[in-house]
Structures are given as C-alpha cells and as structure tokens.
C-alpha cells in the first residue's frame, strides 16, 4: 500500500463533513454561474446601450404653428453646415407619435396637441462643437434645443456599472461563504479524528502527510460538488429566453460565445479555494493536537 492510499485510509468517507463540503460547494458554483452572468450582462448592456446611443442626437423644436415651418428649415440648414453633423432629418409624424404612444398610450389624439418638431441627427465619429452648435441654434433658431443624449446615456452607464459591481461582489462573498464552510470542515473532521491522528504520530507520520491527506480529500469532494453545481448552473441558464426573441426582460441574461468559459472555471476556483482554506486549516489544528 503506497502513501497514497494510506493517506485516503485516513479521512473517514462518510460523515456530515463529507455531505457538507459536496452540497456546499455546489450550492455556491450554482449561485456563482448566476452572479457571473448577471455581472457579463451587466457590461454588455451598458456597450449596446452607448453603441446605440453613440453619434446620434435629437433637435427639438418649440414654436408657434405659424413659425415651425420656418424654424424647422433654419436649423436643418445650420446642421447641414456644422461640421461634424453627418446626416439630419425630420421626423415624421408617425415616428413622433410611436415614440410618445409608450409614454401616452395609443387612445391620446396626439394631432390636437402642440407637438414639439423633431430632427434625427446623426453625428460623425469625431462630433460636432456642440456648445457652439447649441448657441447658434439658439441665435438663429430661439425654439431648437440641441441634445445628444448624454442625459440619458450617463444614468444608463452608471446603472449598468452598478449592477456589475454588485454581481461581483456577491461572487466574492459566495467564494468567502465556500472557503468559510470548508474550513469549518476541515476543522470539525480534523477534531474528530484526533486520536486517529496521535496514532499515525506514534507510528512515524508527519503532520505535512496527514495535512496532505485531509486537504486532497476536502479539494476532491469541493471540486466534485463545484462542478454538479456549475453544470446545473449552466443548464439552467440555457433554458432562459433566447437573446436574440428579445421577448423577455431575461433575454439578455446568460453567457455568449467565449464567456462560456466562466462557468466552465468554476470548479477550477473552487478546488484552488478548497486546497489553500483546507491546508491553512489543517496546519493550525495539527498544531493544537498533542
């Protein structure tokens, strides 16, 4: 019999530590897929939202009735000739009335309101001057207001920001919760064989082997239940919305392409977490047995 099986001789296989350290394991890897993919999701929500936000603006134009005609000509003839304005037009009225019909509902009669007169702009890469565009709209045209949209991609950006770092802290508390339930094994298995581990004192053993032999069998039994849990992690995340539907509000959560691989290193992690919380564990209890 080598050392090997030996050392497997001494860690009882059965017990509560050995259900503890399996389901706690995999409890957490599950968790984890999610808070990943909640954090990937997160960031490639806030890119789309400022690709899609990125180069375009909108001009607002408020006037009497009998001015709108003449406003709305002056200012398409000042974007024509900013630099930096690749392309504008005018909305039409059935655009205006579809972007206001979420806010206003469809039964509103939008044709008896002194509706403001909109211009889709496009920007080119490097931008117009925008606060010496706003102050000759403003010179020429009193009633157009210029936005490019910063209001409303500056929250958006902040609030993606946000939900990342909230799922990457709930990764760094599911890891602390993981290392604090393998220590707490490691411990109580190591307790409770403290006249087992006397007699393999006495008989020649040193504490590095029987570290050893506890902290292979915790990584084994963590990296097993890390990976059940990672597994049915990932399925789970496969029987969500399709992302391309768009049908649901879930449809953009899970992984795409290579960020598959995440899920996929958990039970990597979590063996790394296991070994280095099992060994400092092991260590400091051996000291304590004489």
């Known amino acids: 019999m080598n050392r090997y099986q030996v050392s497997r001789l001494v860690v009882p296989r059965s017990g509560r530590g050995v259900w503890l350290v399996g389901l706690s394991a995999g409890a957490m890897a599950f968790l984890a897929v999610f808070a990943l993919a909640l954090s990937v999701s997160a960031a490639r929500l806030a890119q789309n939202w400022q690709t899609a936000l990125a180069q375009t603006a909108t001009v607002r134009i408020s006037a009497p009735p009998e001015e709108m005609v ?35 509902g469809p039964d509103l009669p939008l044709d008896a309101l002194p509706l403001p007169r909109l211009l889709d702009v496009t920007e080119t890469p490097g931008g117009p001057d925008r606060q010496g565009l706003r102050l000759r709209l403003s010179a020429e045209a009193p009633g157009a207001v210029y936005d490019d949209h910063t209001r409303w991609r500056r929250p958006l950006a902040e609030g993606a920001a946000r939900l990342r770092q909230l799922a990457n802290l709930s990764l760094v508390l599911i890891g602390s919760v993981m290392a604090a339930i393998v220590m707490l094994a490691s411990s109580a298995s190591l ?23 506890f ?34 509000v879930l449809s953009g959560l899970g992984f795409q392409g290579m960020g598959w691989l995440l899920p996929v290193s958990l039970p990597v992690v979590t063996a790394i977490l296991a070994w280095a919380s099992a060994k400092a564990t092991a260590f400091g209890v051996l000291k304590g047995v004489t």
């Open 70 to 104: 003449e406003q709305t000509a002056i200012v398409m003839e000042v974007l024509r000739t900013t630099p930096g304005i690749a392309d504008a037009r005018e909305m039409t009225d059935e655009e205006q009335a579809g972007l206001l019909e979420a806010w206003l």
């Open 191 to 213: 307790a409770s064989n403290a006249q087992v581990i006397r007699v393999l004192r006495l008989v020649g053993a040193q504490d590095r082997f029987i570290a050893q032999a």
């Open 215 to 248: 902290v292979r069998r915790m990584t084994l039994r963590a990296t097993l239940g890390a990976a059940a849990g990672a597994a049915l992690g990932a399925i789970a995340m496969l029987l969500l919305p399709d992302p391309a539907t768009g049908s649901s």
